[in-house]
């Protein structure tokens, strides 16, 4: 079993920054490939960003490119994202995620493992 805890979600303003942290933990944890993905209210769940096991490669959503930057330490069991210039739009429960193969997924279904979610708010 792994278990993942996100943290570092909070209130900011538009234009504002924040970096959220997701620890895995657990017997089974490898590295493995990772995503955040995000939901707001009355929406369906949304592919953030992800990363291999490695961090040799990432992708992220058409909404967050170029302002949102996934990465990783493997030492820490620790993966991170990082939120520039932060939106109205942005503002959603985000929630860390882990797959059990080396890549990453871009639907929440092929991903086994979650966190309980961060909320991050951002004032317009």
């Known amino acids: 079993q792994v278990q993942l805890v996100e943290s570092g979600g909070g209130l900011v303003q538009a234009g504002g920054s924040l970096r959220l942290s997701c620890v895995a933990s657990?017997?089974?944890?490898?590295?493995?490939?990772m995503g955040w993905f995000r939901q707001a209210p009355g929406k369906e769940r949304e592919f953030v960003a992800a990363?291999?096991?490695?961090?040799?490669?990432?992708d992220y959503g058409d909404p967050v490119k170029g302002r949102f930057t996934i990465s990783r330490d493997n030492a820490k069991n620790t993966v991170y994202l990082q939120m520039n210039n932060l939106k109205f739009e942005d503002t959603a429960v985000y929630y860390c995620?882990?797959?059990?193969?080396?890549?990453?997924?871009?639907?929440?279904?092929?991903?086994?493992?979650w966190g309980q979610g961060t909320q991050v708010t951002v004032s317009s």
């Open positions: 657990g017997r089974t944890f490898i590295p493995n490939g």
């Open positions: 990363i291999t096991w490695d961090g040799s490669n990432t």
């Open positions: 995620a882990a797959s059990t193969s080396l890549t990453y997924y871009y639907t929440s279904n092929q991903y086994a493992y």
